[in-house]
């Protein structure tokens, strides 16, 4: 229904349009307007189509229709500007400004319209973070306001100060009261959009004590994660220590390494209500752990280890997603997040391998003894977390 309301609204003012017999051109006007229909059309296919075909069908008509659009609106420029033209030509100019200024009206109305009746809005919050959402929400009203404010302002200016017989133009090139003005909005406008974010940022970097900690280790194209075992505490890393024997880069005379739980797969389970803080590290470029439902995440920075924290406020599965370009993989690198109860949790960590028993399965496998080895200078070079 919404979007046949939208295109009814159209069709309705392209009617009106064309019934207005003294603007010139006014079948290009519709025409455009018919565009604009053929582009919406094609922003709503892509939005609720489910397959490939429907998606970039329906980019391809966005594309098209604004083009035409485009394409419509410079044959009425041009056609106005054309020198030879005479007094008719000129009041069809002036015409043709005037229905400039309705333009940007429509499109200053069109913008606020889409936004609320828009398919396309944020994943259901699934942690603590609703103060993002409110960040980002105060941040669209105060840009959104501006820039209807300055649409319409500019259809203001074309309409008042079209071009009429007989008018000069007045040059004022400073006038302190609107800049007073100007400046002062401004000024209002930038605070109220970082004030509450500094707000939320003291809490984003503010770990409760009770947080457990977990590890994801980003890689191309692949993440993997540690948890800590029955001592709550991870061991000591560093990437020197990375092999095919040890993943992880862990410290292995490190014992508060040993029992640490080894997560290879792309599936990482957390308990629901329980606080964790997330260690993020890179063993090679950029990455970042992202899940939109989450609405927390920090890049991983190769050499050190980055962190956040947020505590999961429903259950379910949870895609995860690399949210910095990291090369040709990016788009594949991806992983599940489990949220549930406290009993599956525990039942499921059970299932998942420790650092002592990965090494000792590797030992074997090769035949040989693994033979822990930690110098002075790795233990003084093990990575951290890093701290903003």
């Given amino acids: 229904m919404t979007i046949i309301s939208i295109v009814v609204i159209l069709l309705a003012m392209g009617a009106g349009l064309y019934a207005i017999d003294r603007v010139p051109e006014s079948r290009n006007w519709v025409l455009g307007g018919l565009a604009a229909i053929v582009g919406l059309g094609g922003l709503f296919l892509a939005a609720g189509s489910d397959g490939a075909i429907g998606y970039y069908g329906g980019l391809v008509l966005f594309a098209i229709g604004v083009l035409i659009v485009f394409y419509r609106m410079k044959l009425a420029f041009d056609e106005a500007e054309k020198p030879e033209h005479g007094l008719a030509d000129a009041r069809g100019s002036e ?47 105060i840009t959104g306001v501006v820039f209807v404010a300055i649409i319409f302002f500019m259809a203001y200016c074309v309409y008042r100060y079209r071009y009429q017989e007989g008018r000069r133009a007045a040059y004022e090139p400073e006038n302190k009261k609107m800049e007073w003005w100007l400046t002062g909005l401004t000024t209002v406008g930038v605070a109220g959009m970082l004030t509450p974010g500094l707000f939320v940022w003291d809490q984003f970097v503010t770990v409760p004590k009770e947080a457990v900690e977990f590890e994801v280790l980003g890689q191309q194209w692949q993440f993997t994660f540690r948890l800590p075992g029955k001592d709550g505490v991870l061991g000591t890393s560093d990437s020197r220590n990375i092999g095919p024997e040890n993943p992880f880069g862990l410290n292995p005379g490190d014992p508060n390494g040993q029992d640490d ?64 370009l990291c090369g040709v993989g990016h788009y594949a690198m991806r992983a599940r997040v489990v949220v549930e109860e406290e009993s599956a949790y525990q039942a499921w960590l059970k299932e998942q391998p420790t650092f002592a028993q990965s090494t000792a399965q590797a030992a074997k496998d090769i035949g040989g003894e693994f033979i822990p080895v930690l110098s002075q200078a790795q233990a003084d070079s093990a990575e951290r977390p890093f701290t903003p």
């Fill in 261 to 324: 739980v080894l997560v290879e797969s792309d599936e990482l389970h957390l308990p629901i209500d329980k606080p964790v803080k997330v260690l993020n590290r890179s063993i090679d470029v950029l990455h970042s752990f992202y899940v939109p439902e989450f609405r927390a995440k920090m890049d991983m920075v190769p050499g050190m280890v980055t962190y956040f924290w947020f505590t999961p406020t429903r259950t379910g599965t949870f895609d995860a997603l690399c949210f910095e």
């Fill in 95 to 141: 015409r043709t400004k005037n229905l400039v200024a309705l333009a940007l009206v429509l499109v200053g109305a069109g913008t606020v319209g889409f936004h609320f009746l828009s398919p396309w809005w944020w994943t259901p919050i699934a942690s603590n973070w609703g103060y993002v959402d409110d960040t980002i929400i105060i941040t669209f009203w």
